[in-house]
């Protein structure tokens, strides 16, 4: 499976962004995550293979909603009310098939396969 993430850019604060994930091919638990410039990457959002369960960071809960389209292989994330500090590169990741929890799906180490990552750059 290969991951192709896009629909980042340049936002006002205050604006809106929709990142999309196409997969080529089945995907499972997916997340998104984030490294902004100087520091670590971190985690944003999961969502579970039936979409049932999703996960949010506290830094972006209430303003991002993670969603996947299983016919597309697309799983996306809507991000709103954006500020200078989401200034980042996003990934979008492949998990595994089977239960996996929160906390595990906010660790790198639960994703095999990661995206090349799309800028998103959010101005004052």
């Known amino acids: 499976v290969q991951l192709q993430a896009s629909g980042g850019g340049l936002v006002q604060a205050g604006g809106s962004l929709r990142l999309s994930c196409q997969a080529s091919?089945?995907?499972?638990?997916m997340g998104w995550f984030r490294r902004a410039p100087g520091k670590e990457r971190e985690f944003v959002a999961a969502?579970?293979?039936?979409?049932?369960?999703?996960y949010y960071a506290d830094s972006v809960k209430g303003r991002a909603t993670i969603s996947r389209d299983h016919p597309e292989n697309t799983v996306y994330l809507q991000m709103n009310s954006l500020r200078p500090e989401d200034t980042a590169v996003y990934y979008c990741?492949?998990?595994?098939?089977?239960?996996?929890?929160?906390?595990?799906?906010?660790?790198?180490?639960?994703?095999?396969?990661w995206g090349q990552g799309t800028l998103v750059t959010v101005s004052s």
């Open positions: 990741a492949v998990g595994g098939t089977g239960v996996q929890s929160g906390n595990l799906l906010r660790a790198e180490a639960a994703y095999g396969i």
């Open positions: 969502i579970t293979l039936t979409g049932r369960n999703r």
């Open positions: 091919g089945r995907t499972a638990n």
